[in-house]
């Protein structure tokens, strides 16, 4: 499944190359933000694909996709606080932006920003652990028995910056970019809280306002062609 996805996306890129003044590729590093924080989340691996389309002088319009697996999703909206990752997924992230370049000879700096959406591709897998841990009051404990949740798209926005080289009709950069993109979880189910066995009660999860927070930044590697 997650084949086919890239190859669909791949060809919408090509496509839309055909028109482009320039087409790359990156390999970066994604920190997210329950990472650097504290918070328990892990760095992953970012690949991506790109085409750039030119608007004259040194503005252009990249537009593009990048896969990674995120093990580090946070939640805010919800009626508890996330203080450790709640869900992990497949993340594919599309984006347009509006970019501007300063040519200094060979060398040259970027930066850029726009709008992205994201895809949790397959299953969103939720950390019932941590959830519990998190709903359950000092002192007690929390066991899940219900969980429910939407996979849907998320939106926000991206930002960032690069600095690199140029020989002939190749770049190659260092690249900086920081997203925070949201999606709707609309959370429902049911756990039990407690002291311990024979002393708990049932409660209700009902957080139609939670969040799934795709938010961090990307540290890499990026080339590109001119044609």
Do not use: C, H
């Amino acid at each position: 499944m997650k084949k086919s996805i890239i190859l669909i996306i791949f060809i919408i890129l090509v496509s839309t190359g055909l028109f482009a003044a320039e087409a790359g590729t990156g390999f970066s590093i994604f920190f997210p933000e329950s990472f650097y924080e504290g918070n328990g989340g892990t760095v992953s691996v970012e690949n991506g694909l790109s085409t750039s389309i030119g608007l004259g002088g040194m503005l252009s319009v990249p537009i593009g996709f990048s896969y990674n697996k995120i093990q580090g999703y946070m939640v805010e909206g919800a009626s508890v606080k996330s203080t450790k990752p709640w869900f992990m997924g497949d993340s594919f992230m599309g984006y347009v932006m509006l970019k501007g370049t300063l040519p200094l000879g060979p060398v040259f700096f970027e930066i850029y920003g726009g709008g992205g959406v994201n895809w949790n591709a397959g299953n969103l897998t939720a950390f019932e652990g941590n959830i519990a841990k998190d709903l359950a009051p000092e002192g007690e404990y929390a066991v899940i028995t219900d969980l429910n949740y939407d996979n849907s798209f998320g939106y926000g926005w991206l930002a960032g910056a690069s600095f690199g080289v140029t020989i002939s009709k190749i770049s190659i950069s260092v690249d900086f970019l920081y997203r925070d993109i949201q999606s709707d979880l609309n959370m429902t189910g049911t756990y039990d809280v407690g002291t311990g066995p024979g002393d708990y009660t049932s409660e209700v999860i009902g957080d139609s306002d939670a969040k799934l927070i795709i938010r961090g930044f990307t540290i890499g590697l990026g080339g590109s062609f001119a044609f």
